[in-house]
């Protein structure tokens, strides 16, 4: 089955600057990778996603990109606000499986 | 809002008692989920269901059973409560039609002492 790694599990940032979280993949079957954030409390929401015939994609301050050869994606936050301080968490699955394999998470501070 | 709910928000219990958490949700959604959070481990699949009589175990469905009582409703037991059964729980829903864009409830956050 499918295996998700997620690096880094912490990351602090000073505001403004950019964070990057990368994740690599197991499976070449997989063709879908969306990025959920976690807030203090809450449940994981979805912010982005890709699909694996797209590079990258952007929506606004972040983006997200995909290297199918090496089997990795990565999310991209720039000019950081204190309110993307959460936990992030990277997936993947193959569309119609119905089910996504979870990277362990990155929480990510961002230091005024 | 159309919404995921999850009973109890926080849950103390003993060793050897049996709980339930219960997930009610009102987007109208076929596909429900059941998952486990520890801290490092990220979002464990425990149950899930593509619709009232689907059932399918997770990666974890060891000590855990479940009951699709309606297409909305969607409860997880834990029959003899163990003290590594102590985590957070969330419950997810999806559509047929968006698959694998998966909509999670708040969470319970359960001790079993």
């Known amino acids: 089955g499918e295996n998700v790694e997620q690096h880094p599990s912490t990351l602090s940032v000073q505001e403004g600057d950019s964070a990057v979280i990368k994740c690599t993949y197991s499976d070449s079957a997989s063709n879908y990778f969306p990025w959920y954030k976690q807030e203090l409390g809450k449940g994981p929401q979805l912010i982005i996603d890709?699909?694996?015939n797209v590079g990258e994609k952007k929506d606004q301050r972040i983006a997200v990109t995909l290297n199918k050869t090496a089997k990795h994606f990565s999310l991209h936050i720039t000019e950081t606000q204190p309110e993307d301080s959460a936990v992030y968490f990277c997936a993947a699955t193959s569309w119609g499986w119905g089910k996504l394999q979870f990277g362990a998470g990155t929480q990510v501070v961002v230091t005024p | 809002d159309a919404d995921v709910t999850q009973t109890p928000r926080n849950r103390i219990t003993k060793t050897g008692k049996r709980i339930m958490l219960e997930c009610s949700q009102t987007?109208?959604?076929?596909?429900m989920y059941w998952y486990r959070q520890d801290p490092g481990l990220g979002l464990q699949l425990i149950y899930y269901s593509f619709d009232v009589k689907d059932i399918n175990k997770g990666e974890i469905s060891d000590g855990y059973s479940v009951s699709r009582q309606a297409q909305a409703k969607f409860s997880l037991s834990l029959e003899s409560a163990i003290p590594n059964q102590t985590a957070l729980y969330f419950c997810?829903?999806?559509?047929?039609?968006?698959?694998?864009?998966?909509?999670f409830g708040p969470g319970t956050r359960l001790l079993v002492l």
């Open positions: 997810a829903t999806s559509s047929d039609s968006t698959q694998e864009t998966q909509y």
């Open positions: 890709i699909r694996s």
């Open positions: 987007k109208g959604h076929d596909r």
